[in-house]
């Protein structure tokens, strides 16, 4: 359990810890100089008897109000508080805004050490006691114990130390699930190591040996040595603070700094400028209105940016609202992590707000389908006992879409097969292909089927003569979002509910017959019998209109018109052949390539066919490419048998 001091400067934060741990945790010379903490201090200190293998680490942070952004990234790793007032000043602005801090940042169990009662009467510490349990009353500490101590006498040290250790006994494992992820909150050369960096593993896990990456630079390192609660170890996981010793060519101190990432080297956390987050005002804040600009701290890094509010214009104190951060520099958040939000001159804590989307689209933000699928994720936020879970996501959506695995998976740092099979477990539809993966509700999958019926319905007596509609086509009429390589399999799917038919490329209701128009009815019964007079080498679209005086325009759609009927091939450029001559036709390929072991040969078949020898050639080459026949040097062997042409 990683415990984090909190309170007002001069309050005896570091002293407690001392006192607790043995360690002065104040390594600065500065901060030794001065007596002041500046950046956070470390204490792992050895477990007492009777708490074998039970691990217990404190951060102390700074108090100071100048120093508001150390004690930020010191605070991104705490689990617990230890809220630290001293009996002589009492309630302070740094204790109540470092509380408000480490309650945006989702921290809810805490203990309060009230110091230096050596300073004050009895009656002085049971006043500022009463103090503490009115003002915790509101918050998510309150009740939490109060123990009055003397840091300088030891006493009431001891009970509080036995406290937090049967506290760290009884903290429950943590969730290792998810890509690792480390916040790199300190950079320093170890002599005969090389560059080690320390931070707090916000996911994942990691072992010595294993490939990372660094962000935002992007460089690979190797792992080559972890400590982990000042302990050399071979693996680290989630929620313990921890050194990593990295190598690599590019590996440098200069290139690394507090703020930086260090995640597993297939993580797909990148850099965002955009992310979508559930924004909570503190009651104590003014107002926020649309793009007010403000200070962003998350985990150990600083940037600044605007608030985008989603549900309105104005956000009052104590409310909740969706909104959008628009950062000047980019942080590499998952769903989830907190993010503290401070006002444009930095000397106020105003918000909290937690990661919802971290690649949100650039357009329609406040649209209601967008809105619905924030809230949706919001449902899967983490708690304090429980970790980003998509298994609450599920019940919450009814999109007209599918959800695109791959792209949910990277925004809440699981791997995709984790996510697919929460969807599967809430009773979704996973479909996978290639790099795709999409989860698809029933609903949705209903009323998609609805929509290709009722699209069919409308080609079908738009364009009553064609066999059906092209499967693409259909496509992008009834789910222009859904890939062509997922469409298809529910076509086949659909099939055996025994409404759809399908036709080569074509897919049509059942109940269709395509229907040459009144019209083109009678023409054909003029133009068939024109192709039948010669039924090999029938006349062209334009002979057939310069003999019938028709537009060439006219003919050639009756003809393609007739071709989707089946009643006749197109062979090549406006020449088409009646489908009983094409059948003849392919007759006598496979007669003549029985009686020749080679193959059929264009001259042999121009003789047989009684046409000339340029026609012959455009004739084997449409069964070549129909697949009927293939071409092995100057012949043809027939590949396809059964391949009917009636």
Same mark, same amino acid.
């Given at each position: 359990?990683?415990?984090?001091?909190?309170?007002?400067?001069?309050?005896?934060?570091?002293?407690? @810890?001392?006192?607790?741990?043995?360690?002065?945790?104040?390594?600065?010379?500065?901060?030794?100089?001065?007596?002041?903490?500046?950046?956070?201090?470390?204490?792992?200190?050895?477990?007492?008897?009777?708490?074998?293998?039970?691990?217990?680490?404190?951060?102390?942070?700074?108090?100071?109000?100048?120093?508001?952004?150390?004690?930020?990234?010191?605070?991104?790793?705490?689990?617990?508080?230890?809220?630290?007032? !001293?009996?002589?000043? /009492?309630?302070?602005?740094?204790?109540?805004?470092?509380?408000?801090?480490?309650?945006?940042?989702?921290?809810?169990?805490?203990?309060?050490?009230?110091?230096?009662?050596?300073?004050?009467?009895?009656?002085?510490?049971? !006043?500022?006691?009463?103090?503490?349990?009115?003002?915790?009353?509101?918050?998510?500490?309150?009740?939490?114990?109060?123990?009055?101590?003397? *840091?300088?006498?030891?006493?009431?040290?001891?009970?509080?130390?036995?406290?937090?250790?049967?506290?760290?006994?009884?903290?429950?494992?943590?969730?290792?699930?998810?890509?690792?992820?480390?916040?790199?909150?300190?950079?320093?050369?170890?002599?005969?190591?090389?560059?080690?960096?320390?931070?707090?593993?916000?996911?994942?896990?990691?072992?010595?040996?294993?490939? @990372?990456?660094?962000?935002? =630079?992007?460089?690979?390192?190797?792992?080559?040595?972890?400590?982990?609660?000042?302990?050399?170890?071979?693996?680290?996981?989630?929620?313990?603070?921890?050194?990593? %010793?990295?190598? /690599?060519?590019?590996?440098?101190?200069?290139?690394?700094?507090?703020?930086?990432?260090?995640?597993?080297?297939?993580?797909?956390?990148?850099?965002?400028?955009?992310?979508?987050?559930?924004?909570?005002?503190?009651?104590?804040?003014?107002?926020?209105?649309?793009?007010?600009?403000?200070?962003?701290?998350?985990? +150990?890094?600083?940037?600044?940016?605007?608030? *985008?509010?989603?549900?309105?214009?104005?956000? $009052?104190?104590?409310?909740?609202?969706?909104?959008?951060?628009?950062?000047?520099?980019?942080?590499?958040?998952?769903?989830?992590?907190?993010?503290?939000?401070?006002?444009?001159?930095?000397?106020?804590?105003?918000?909290?707000?937690?990661?919802?989307?971290?690649?949100?689209?650039?357009?329609?933000?406040?649209?209601?389908?967008?809105?619905?699928?924030?809230?949706?994720?919001?449902?899967?936020?983490?708690?304090?006992?429980?970790?980003?879970?998509?298994?609450?996501?599920?019940?919450?959506?009814?999109?007209?879409?599918?959800?695109?695995?791959?792209?949910?998976?990277? %925004?809440?740092?699981?791997?995709?097969?984790?996510?697919?099979?929460?969807?599967?477990?809430?009773?979704?539809?996973?479909?996978?292909?290639?790099?795709?993966?999409?989860?698809?509700?029933?609903?949705?999958?209903?009323?998609?089927?609805?929509?290709?019926?009722?699209?069919?319905?409308? $080609?079908?007596?738009?364009?009553?003569?064609?066999?059906?509609?092209?499967?693409?086509?259909?496509?992008?009429?009834?789910?222009?979002?859904?890939?062509? *390589?997922?469409?298809?399999?529910?076509?086949?799917?659909?099939?055996?509910?025994?409404?759809?038919?399908?036709?080569?490329?074509?897919?049509?209701?059942? *109940?269709?017959?395509?229907?040459?128009?009144?019209?083109? +009815?009678?023409?054909?019964?003029?133009?068939?019998?024109?192709? !039948?007079?010669?039924?090999?080498?029938?006349?062209? @679209?334009?002979?057939?209109?310069?003999?019938?005086?028709?537009?060439?325009?006219?003919?050639?759609?009756?003809?393609?018109?007739?071709?989707?009927?089946?009643?006749?091939?197109?062979?090549?450029?406006?020449?088409?052949?009646?489908?009983?001559?094409?059948?003849?036709?392919?007759?006598?390929?496979?007669?003549?390539?029985?009686?020749?072991?080679?193959?059929?040969?264009?001259?042999?078949?121009?003789?047989?066919?009684?046409?000339?020898?340029?026609?012959?050639?455009?004739?084997?080459?449409?069964?070549?490419?129909?697949?009927?026949?293939?071409?092995? /040097?100057? =012949?043809?062997?027939?590949?396809?048998?059964? $391949?009917?042409?009636?």
């Amino acid at each position: 359990m990683i415990v984090g001091t909190a309170g007002h400067v001069d309050h005896g934060k570091t002293a407690l @810890v001392r006192a607790l741990t043995g360690v002065k945790t104040d390594r600065l010379k500065e901060e030794q100089a001065r007596g002041l903490t500046i950046e956070a201090g470390y204490a792992y200190p050895d477990p007492p008897p009777g708490f074998d293998g039970v691990s217990l680490g404190f951060i102390d942070v700074p108090g100071h109000e100048r120093f508001i952004a150390n004690m930020l990234s010191g605070a991104a790793g705490i689990e617990a508080m230890l809220l630290v007032v !001293a009996a002589d000043d /009492g309630i302070m602005p740094q204790t109540r805004e470092h509380a408000r801090i480490l309650e945006l940042l989702g921290v809810t169990r805490a203990w309060v050490a009230l110091t230096k009662i050596d300073r004050v009467d009895g009656a002085r510490v049971d !006043a500022v006691s009463a103090d503490i349990d009115a003002w915790l009353a509101g918050t998510p500490f309150a009740g939490s114990p109060i123990f009055p101590l003397s *840091s300088l006498r030891g006493e009431g040290v001891e009970a509080l130390s036995e406290t937090l250790w049967r506290a760290a006994a009884d903290q429950p494992g943590r969730d290792d699930s998810g890509s690792f992820r480390l916040a790199v909150d300190r950079v320093f050369i170890k002599s005969g190591s090389g560059v080690v960096m320390t931070g707090t593993i916000r996911a994942g896990s990691v072992h010595t040996g294993a490939s @990372v990456r660094l962000l935002p =630079s992007g460089l690979v390192a190797r792992v080559r040595g972890l400590r982990a609660q000042n302990r050399e170890v071979e693996w680290a996981g989630h929620g313990e603070r921890c050194a990593i %010793n990295l190598s /690599g060519s590019d590996i440098e101190r200069d290139r690394v700094a507090r703020g930086d990432w260090v995640i597993g080297e297939h993580s797909p956390i990148t850099d965002r400028r955009r992310l979508d987050v559930t924004l909570r005002l503190l009651p104590e804040s003014p107002p926020l209105t649309h793009w007010t600009p403000v200070h962003l701290h998350h985990a +150990s890094a600083h940037v600044t940016g605007r608030l *985008s509010l989603l549900e309105g214009e104005t956000l $009052m104190p104590g409310e909740t609202c969706l909104a959008q951060l628009v950062l000047e520099s980019p942080l590499q958040p998952a769903h989830g992590d907190a993010i503290i939000v401070r006002d444009h001159g930095a000397s106020r804590t105003l918000a909290g707000a937690r990661v919802l989307d971290v690649a949100p689209p650039r357009r329609g933000a406040r649209k209601q389908e967008r809105l619905a699928w924030l809230r949706a994720l919001r449902q899967a936020l983490p708690t304090a006992v429980a970790a980003t879970s998509p298994d609450r996501l599920w019940p919450a959506l009814d999109v007209n879409h599918g959800v695109d695995i791959v792209a949910l998976a990277a %925004n809440l740092n699981l791997a995709t097969a984790t996510v697919a099979a929460s969807a599967e477990r809430a009773g979704w539809q996973v479909m996978t292909s290639g790099a795709v993966c999409l989860a698809l509700s029933d609903g949705y999958l209903q009323r998609l089927y609805r929509k290709v019926l009722a699209r069919l319905a409308e $080609m079908h007596e738009v364009e009553p003569s064609m066999r059906g509609v092209e499967i693409d086509r259909l496509r992008r009429l009834s789910a222009p979002d859904l890939p062509a *390589s997922l469409f298809r399999p529910l076509l086949a799917r659909w099939k055996d509910n025994g409404d759809l038919v399908q036709h080569g490329p074509f897919v049509a209701l059942v *109940s269709h017959r395509a229907t040459l128009s009144d019209v083109d +009815s009678e023409r054909w019964k003029v133009v068939q019998p024109l192709l !039948a007079a010669q039924p090999f080498e029938p006349p062209r @679209v334009r002979d057939i209109a310069r003999q019938l005086a028709w537009p060439e325009t006219d003919v050639r759609r009756l003809l393609h018109n007739c071709a989707l009927l089946g009643e006749v091939y197109q062979l090549r450029q406006d020449h088409f052949f009646l489908t009983p001559a094409v059948a003849t036709l392919a007759d006598i390929i496979r007669q003549l390539d029985t009686v020749s072991p080679g193959g059929v040969a264009a001259a042999a078949f121009r003789d047989r066919v009684g046409c000339g020898r340029k026609l012959a050639v455009a004739i084997l080459e449409f069964f070549d490419r129909i697949g009927f026949t293939r071409r092995v /040097g100057d =012949s043809h062997k027939v590949i396809r048998e059964d $391949m009917l042409f009636a």
